[in-house]
């Protein structure tokens, strides 16, 4: 029963079905809506970081991993695990559930323990995504990451996947660019405002977007 409430399966070597399926669908994604991946020697090739990123489109979170080629760990609307062949598949490639539009305080503890057992977790702040493009203002729920876990965090910029249509093999729409690694504490903020780092994670997500992309971040 603890499968089907939604705990995600660690450790990675029994994602049996990414495993299986993901060079299949990678290769099929990459011709059908391929991609442009800038800064990948900014991503650690193992162990945990906390890879922060915009969210635009459905496209974002799998089309991401397509591009790093890992299986990367994501919270999902927990309506999403009610369905019985979403959820199945959602729980096989790791992903778990979060309360979306309140503080779920099981969501980030699992997503520490996702960390913790040496995975890397992605993670969007805006909590859901941006019908405009623009940037979002990120909530705290990431500073509580940061901070009790210490990983590095990857900020990620995610551009053109609204826009890009599946079947376009000869263009190149979706560009990614990944960030310099750094930790929380390299901010040089105060542990006691999670808003004000959740922010000064976000800025760093806005410097590799397109000035019009950056939203409440422009400055």
């Given amino acids: 029963?603890?499968?089907l409430a939604g705990t995600p399966t660690l450790p990675q070597e029994r994602l049996w079905l990414w495993r299986l399926g993901f060079p299949i669908v990678r290769a099929l994604a990459g011709f059908?809506?391929?991609w442009r991946l800038e800064g990948a020697e900014n991503v650690p090739p193992s162990g945990p970081f906390i890879l922060v990123s915009n969210h635009i489109n459905w496209k974002d979170p799998p089309w991401m991993e397509f591009a790093l080629g890992r299986a990367?760990?994501?919270?999902?609307?927990r309506e999403l695990f009610q369905v019985p062949v979403i959820g199945?598949?959602?729980?096989?490639?790791g992903a778990f559930p979060v309360r979306r539009g309140e503080a779920d305080r099981g969501a980030l503890q699992m997503a520490l323990a996702v960390l913790a057992a040496g995975q890397p977790l992605g993670f969007f702040p805006e909590g859901h995504r941006s019908e405009s493009g623009q940037l979002l203002r990120g909530r705290?729920?990431?500073a509580f990451i940061a901070q009790h876990s210490d990983a590095p965090i990857i900020p990620f910029a995610v551009s053109g996947t609204k826009d890009a249509r599946l079947g376009r093999f000869w263009r190149r729409d979706i560009l990614f660019r990944a960030?310099?690694?750094?930790?929380?504490?390299d901010l040089g903020l105060s542990?006691?405002?999670p808003q004000a780092i959740a922010d000064a994670i976000m800025r760093r997500v806005a410097e590799l977007l397109p000035t019009e992309m950056r939203g409440v971040y422009m400055t």
Wanted: glycine fraction near 10%; charged fraction near 20%.
């Fill in 1 to 3: 029963m603890t499968a």
């Fill in 191 to 193: 542990s006691d405002d």
């Fill in 32 to 34: 059908l809506c391929p």
């Fill in 72 to 77: 990367i760990r994501y919270m999902a609307k």
């Fill in 88 to 93: 199945y598949i959602l729980r096989a490639i």
């Fill in 140 to 142: 705290p729920g990431v």
């Fill in 179 to 185: 960030g310099a690694p750094f930790r929380v504490g």
